[in-house]
């Protein structure tokens, strides 16, 4: 095992909250620790090997797009710097030096809000079918990566354990209220549209991406991790051709690898090869550098 990735963390003198595919969250009384580990899921199966440094990268985008956005509304993160955590969590700096962040506790709303601004993955199969996405109805025409008109937000349920469903808006006001859906697409949109203008001024185009939003003193608030390879699609935008699938700088390109295999898509994962795990984390890398300017330290 490469001694340089976290699979996963065991704190014996802090409460755990929640083990998701990739993410230990430790409960902090009024605020929670979110630590991006190396793990990484594909069809909602977590792999058996670590991507080194994806946790890493997850952690300083997340920062980074927290910081670009919180003009448009508020957000969880607190600090990611260390020496500012409670004493706990002093001896656990190893873990948790660049990778974790500490934020503010809020009520989760159940819906994985997505926005499309290019037709791909389960919307380019839906758009062949029915010429919609999530029951939206496209121009004829379109081509699959072709740029949306606008983009779209395609909302889904949120599932810790298999598949997230595509809904409709009608259902996410039955599950929130109507006020809240509509600030959770106009949100979300508006986000999406000011990050994938910045985005493209680097040479990424940002394809597709999904957010999660939560309450706080009865306050709509950004959660999570935002805009990170994990949760967005990000092409590079001097390879970009409409017409067929796009190069990538997210685990697209281990889906793709697992796509090549015999395996049905349920637990256990296959292993990945040294090969693809080491070009996958220069994608992570390469995402990183691009957007924020910076070497991961």
């Not at 990735?5 to 014996?12: N, Q, R």
Request: with cysteine; net charge positive; glycine share 6%.
């Amino acid at each position: 095992m490469n001694k340089n990735v976290l699979l996963t963390t065991d704190f014996k003198d802090v409460k755990l909250f929640k083990r998701g595919k990739v993410r230990d969250v430790y409960d902090l009384g009024d605020k929670l620790l979110i630590i991006s580990t190396d793990r990484i899921s594909c069809f909602d199966v977590v792999l058996p090997n670590g991507i080194p440094c994806k946790g890493k990268v997850l952690t300083g985008l997340s920062c980074f797009w927290f910081e670009f956005v919180k003009k448009i509304l508020p957000n969880h993160f607190i600090t990611s710097d260390f020496r500012q955590y409670p004493k706990p969590l002093e001896n656990y700096q190893a873990e948790l030096e660049a990778r974790s962040m500490l934020v503010l506790k809020t009520e989760p709303l159940p819906v994985e809000c997505v926005v499309r601004g290019y037709l791909s993955g389960s919307g380019w199969k839906e758009y062949k079918e029915k010429q919609s996405v999530c029951g939206i109805q496209l121009p004829a025409g379109l081509r699959q990566s072709d740029k949306l008109p606008n983009p779209i937000f395609t909302p889904a349920t949120k599932a810790d354990v298999g598949h997230d469903l595509n809904v409709d808006q009608k259902f996410v006001e039955k599950q929130v209220g109507e006020e809240i859906a509509g600030q959770m697409r106009e949100l979300s949109i508006r986000i999406y549209q000011k990050a994938s203008a910045f985005a493209l001024s680097k040479g990424i185009i940002i394809a597709d991406t999904k957010f999660e939003f939560g309450l706080h003193k009865n306050k709509i608030m950004l959660i999570d991790e935002v805009l990170t390879p994990d949760s967005s699609r990000f092409w590079p935008l001097d390879q970009y051709v409409p017409g067929r699938p796009q190069s990538s700088f997210d685990k697209q390109f281990v889906r793709d690898y697992l796509e090549s295999l015999t395996w049905d898509k349920t637990p256990p994962a296959p292993s990945l090869p040294e090969e693809v795990i080491k070009k996958t984390t220069e994608k992570y890398l390469e995402a990183y550098k691009r957007l924020t300017d910076k070497e991961l330290a």
